[in-house]
């Protein structure tokens, strides 16, 4: 493996031939591949390390450098799923709006509780679409708000991007299943 490492520039902490060394790279490496965020690994490597930030760092960014394919493929993967996911759903949703509109008869006055039931579908729709495009765009400040992160340290962040896209689907389903009803 090519590293630009040079140890005066890390302070001359730890040197790429310290088997220490290789056991962080793989560290990072395995978390960067995991979908981890970069400061969180930055951290780890530090920590474990006993590294200074700017060694920690270094090691990283020659991590995410020379492994920059197997690090991003996963990344990618996910996010033509989630993208996929938003427009099938999407799709389905207004398919079932459409039908829901077509197969009810117009009536002068509201049936009981179909208030309650649009109201409900228009919040669960939204609800669905924000969560969506949350695990879709991974948005830093959802994820970094005090109870995302309880989620993101349980599963990881590509874990709770996953999360929150299945999330979003049961939301959108709730959302169809309340249109049909009301």
């Known amino acids: 493996m090519a590293s630009s490492y040079e140890p005066e520039k890390l302070g001359g902490q730890i040197s790429p031939a310290d088997p220490r060394y290789q056991e962080l790279v793989r560290l990072a490496l395995q978390r960067l591949r995991g979908g981890a965020d970069r400061d969180d690994v930055v951290r780890l490597v530090a920590e474990r390390g006993a590294l200074t930030w700017p060694a920690a760092e270094q090691i990283v960014g020659d991590v995410e ?16 799923l989630l993208a996929g996911t938003v427009v099938l759903g999407s799709l389905a949703l207004v398919a079932l709006f459409v039908g829901a509109a077509l197969s009810t008869p117009p009536t002068l006055a509201p049936q009981s ?18 969560m969506l495009c949350t695990a879709l765009f991974d948005w830093d400040w959802f994820f970094a708000s005090r109870k995302a992160r309880r989620i993101v340290a349980l599963l990881g962040r590509q874990g709770t991007r996953v999360f929150y896209g299945l999330l979003g689907c049961l939301l959108l389903g709730l959302s169809a299943y309340l249109a049909r009803v009301g």
Do not use: C, D, E, M
């Not at 020379?66 to 033509?80: E, F, P, V």
């Open 65 to 80: 450098r020379s492994h920059r394919r197997g690090i991003g493929a996963s990344t990618r993967a996910l996010g033509l």
């Open 113 to 130: 509780g179909s208030q309650n039931h649009a109201f409900g579908a228009l919040l669960s729709f939204l609800g669905g679409v924000g």
